[in-house]
């Protein structure tokens, strides 16, 4: 069964920084696309930005372009979701996938891992 273990999440005020990791097996990671996503209380689970392994095409929500970085190192079989100028709607459980289709919607994921929480403060 595909396992994708997410970490580096915590707390920090905002203007601050975070970097999500999202370590996977060389195999999952072998999969077309991973992307992470985050779900604030109450509301569905939203991509925020993508990454095509094989290719190293990236992909980001509006809301995030600029200050959200994606990247891959292969060698240790982790993405990375660099998050800089952080703001407190960034406040979320945040989420990596392996998907099918490079494309920011969740009915193209295949596999989730188990989250990592991210809360900024004013």
């Known amino acids: 069964q595909e396992q994708l273990v997410e970490s580096g999440g915590g707390s920090v005020q905002a203007g601050g920084s975070l970097r999500l990791s999202c370590a996977a097996s060389?195999?999952?990671?072998?999969?077309?696309?991973v992307l992470w996503f985050r779900q604030h209380p109450g509301n569905e689970r939203e991509g925020v930005a993508g990454?095509?392994?094989?290719?190293?095409?990236?992909w980001y929500d509006d809301s995030v372009k600029g200050r959200f970085t994606i990247s891959q190192d292969n060698a240790k079989n982790t993405v990375y979701l660099q998050m800089n100028s952080l703001k407190p709607e960034d406040t979320a459980m945040y989420y990596c996938?392996?998907?099918?289709?490079?494309?920011?919607?969740?009915?193209?994921?295949?596999?989730w891992g188990q989250g990592t929480q991210v809360t900024v403060s004013s």
């Open positions: 996938a392996t998907a099918r289709s490079c494309v920011l919607q969740r009915d193209v994921v295949q596999a």
């Open positions: 060389p195999y999952i990671l072998g999969t077309n696309c």
């Open positions: 990454i095509y392994i094989r290719g190293g095409a990236k």
